[in-house]
C-alpha cells in the first residue's frame, strides 16, 4: 500500500486576514484621553506700558506643596475659599469713576475698587496635590458664578435660570439660533459686569 502525501494548507491568504484584523482594530478601538481644566487664552497683545496694578485689586492665593491654602497669607480652609473670593469680587470700594452701583460688598477702601479691576492671583507649588489644585480652581471660578448668577437673575428673571443655566442652553447645540443669539447677548452683559480675571503664576520649585 502506497504511502500518503500530508494534504498542503493554503495560506496564500493568511496576509490578507491579518490585514483586515489590523484595520478593524484599529477602526474599532477607542483610546482614551485626559480631560484637562477648559481655559481660553488671551490674544497676544504687545503691551508698551503695563497698567499699574494697585495692592489692595489683587487676591492672591498661595497652595503650598503641604497642600495648605494661604489667602493673603493667611491660612484658610478649603470650605471658606468661596465666601472670601466673592466679598473680594463684590467689595465695590471705588470712588469716583471706578465706583460700582451694582456691588453689594461692604466697601471696604483696603479690598478691590470694582470688579473689573478685580484680579485673583492664584499660585501653586509644585509638590502641590493635583486634586487640591483642582478643588481650589473649582471653588475660585464658583465665586465668579455666584456673582453671575445673582446678576443674571436681577436683570433677566424672565428667563427662569441663572447665568449657568442659560450658558449651558447656549452652548447646547440643539438649541434654536434664535434663542441663542438672545442669550449670547445677555451672556456677554454679565461677562462684562463679573470678568473673570483668574492669574495663575508659574509654580514654585521646593528645593
Given at each position: 500500500?502506497?504511502?500518503?502525501?500530508?494534504?498542503?494548507?493554503?495560506?496564500?491568504?493568511?496576509?490578507?486576514?491579518?490585514?483586515?484584523?489590523?484595520?478593524?482594530?484599529?477602526?474599532t478601538t477607542t483610546i482614551e484621553t485626559d480631560s484637562g481644566i477648559n481655559r481660553k487664552l488671551p490674544p497676544m497683545e504687545e503691551i508698551i506700558d503695563p497698567p499699574i496694578i494697585k495692592e489692595r485689586n489683587i487676591f492672591t492665593v498661595v497652595v503650598n506643596k503641604n497642600n495648605q491654602i494661604?489667602?493673603?497669607?493667611?491660612?484658610?480652609?478649603?470650605?471658606?475659599?468661596?465666601?472670601?473670593?466673592?466679598?473680594?469680587?463684590?467689595?465695590?470700594?471705588?470712588?469716583?469713576?471706578?465706583?460700582?452701583?451694582?456691588?453689594?460688598?461692604?466697601?471696604?477702601?483696603?479690598?478691590?475698587?470694582?470688579?473689573?479691576?478685580?484680579?485673583?492671583?492664584?499660585?501653586?507649588?509644585?509638590?502641590?496635590?493635583?486634586?487640591?489644585?483642582?478643588?481650589?480652581?473649582?471653588?475660585?471660578?464658583?465665586?465668579?458664578?455666584?456673582?453671575?448668577?445673582?446678576?443674571?437673575?436681577?436683570?433677566?428673571?424672565?428667563?427662569?435660570?441663572?447665568?449657568?443655566?442659560?450658558?449651558?442652553?447656549?452652548?447646547?447645540?440643539?438649541?434654536?439660533?434664535?434663542?441663542?443669539?438672545?442669550?449670547?447677548?445677555?451672556?456677554?452683559?454679565?461677562?462684562?459686569?463679573?470678568?473673570?480675571?483668574?492669574?495663575?503664576?508659574?509654580?514654585?520649585?521646593?528645593?
Amino acid at each position: 500500500m502506497g504511502r500518503r502525501s500530508a494534504p498542503e494548507v493554503n495560506a496564500g491568504s493568511m496576509a490578507d486576514i491579518a490585514f483586515l484584523l489590523l484595520i478593524f482594530f484599529l477602526v474599532t478601538t477607542t483610546i482614551e484621553t485626559d480631560s484637562g481644566i477648559n481655559r481660553k487664552l488671551p490674544p497676544m497683545e504687545e503691551i508698551i506700558d503695563p497698567p499699574i496694578i494697585k495692592e489692595r485689586n489683587i487676591f492672591t492665593v498661595v497652595v503650598n506643596k503641604n497642600n495648605q491654602i494661604l489667602v493673603e497669607e493667611k491660612l484658610m480652609e478649603l470650605r471658606n475659599l468661596r465666601r472670601e473670593a466673592v466679598s473680594f469680587l463684590d467689595n465695590g470700594g471705588g470712588l469716583a469713576e471706578e465706583v460700582c452701583n451694582y456691588c453689594q460688598g461692604s466697601k471696604d477702601r483696603s479690598s478691590s475698587d470694582n470688579p473689573d479691576k478685580a484680579i485673583i492671583s492664584l499660585k501653586n507649588d509644585r509638590e502641590t496635590d493635583y486634586k487640591v489644585y483642582i478643588s481650589v480652581q473649582n471653588e475660585l471660578v464658583a465665586a465668579y458664578n455666584e456673582l453671575r448668577n445673582r446678576e443674571f437673575m436681577r436683570l433677566y428673571p424672565q428667563e427662569n435660570m441663572d447665568y449657568v443655566q442659560a450658558d449651558r442652553k447656549y452652548t447646547d447645540p440643539r438649541t434654536d439660533k434664535k434663542v441663542k443669539d438672545e442669550l449670547k447677548e445677555k451672556l456677554s452683559v454679565i461677562k462684562l459686569m463679573y470678568p473673570m480675571k483668574l492669574s495663575e503664576a508659574e509654580p514654585n520649585k521646593t528645593s
